[in-house]
């Protein structure tokens, strides 16, 4: 059973425009939400969270979304830049005390075109 | 900055041969976990340590088992390897806090297993 998904396996969007990865999750439990960058031969690095309180946050070029009601997330990253070109996991985790842990999506790669 | 270091970055290995897979991190973290990636699968939870000597089965443990003796150490064991466990393996870790915001794994870079 898929508690994250990622319906896009991959995403192609020009370079200086906005790419836009989206992510639902079915588990209500679920009240804090990351998105992690991978390249290849690396580990996953983190990106961006929100928390449920929040319906959006900031960082530079990355902005992730939250609706709570459509159980829905996504990241928003403008403008695209080459060195943007990665897979994309969102994650999500319920809170259990400082024990969480972090179910993943299954990937959206993003390839920027130059 | 954190470091998880994974020992290996590729290993090919036989079928039913024992696998030792080692991770170690340098920050003193409370939490360390063993993933596994697989293409148009994501990242499955394998198991994860809340402490010395605690562990607890993730989303697919058949196969595998762990071992946490040291705090900084994490090993993931395939007792008898199978050409289905080829895969990239990523391990992680996390400090605890009541703070959600600290709730972000650390990951080491992976290693490769391909079992023949």
């Known amino acids: 059973d898929q508690q994250v998904k990622q319906n896009s396996p991959s995403l192609s969007v020009q370079e200086g425009r906005i790419s836009i990865l989206n992510c639902d999750y079915t588990?209500?439990?679920?009240?804090?939400f990351l998105w992690y960058k991978k390249y290849p031969a690396e580990g996953p690095t983190f990106l961006i969270s929100?928390?449920?309180?929040?319906d959006k946050n900031e960082d530079g070029r990355f902005t992730v979304f939250l609706n709570k009601s459509a159980k829905h997330l996504s990241l928003h990253i403008v403008p695209s830049q080459p060195g943007d070109s990665a897979v994309y996991f969102c994650a999500a985790s319920a809170t259990n005390f400082g024990n969480e842990k972090l179910t993943f999506g299954t990937g959206t790669r993003l390839t920027i075109i130059p | 900055d954190v470091k998880v270091t994974q020992s290996s970055r590729y290993l090919v290995k036989r079928t039913g041969e024992k696998v030792f897979l080692e991770c170690v991190q340098d920050m003193d973290h409370e939490n360390m976990f063993w993933y596994r990636q697989d293409p148009g699968l994501g990242l499955r939870l394998i198991y994860f340590s809340y402490d010395v000597k605690m562990k607890e089965k993730g989303d697919i443990p058949e196969g595998y088992s762990v071992s946490r003796e040291k705090k900084e150490r994490f090993s993931l064991i395939l007792e008898s390897a199978s050409t289905n466990q080829t895969s990239m393996y990523l391990c992680?870790?996390?400090?605890?806090?009541?703070?959600?915001?600290?709730?972000?794994?650390?990951f080491g870079a992976g290693s490769r297993l391909t079992v023949l």
């Open positions: 929100i928390s449920s309180i929040k």
């Open positions: 992680a870790s996390r400090i605890v806090s009541s703070f959600s915001g600290a709730n972000v794994l650390t």
């Open positions: 588990n209500s439990m679920f009240d804090y």
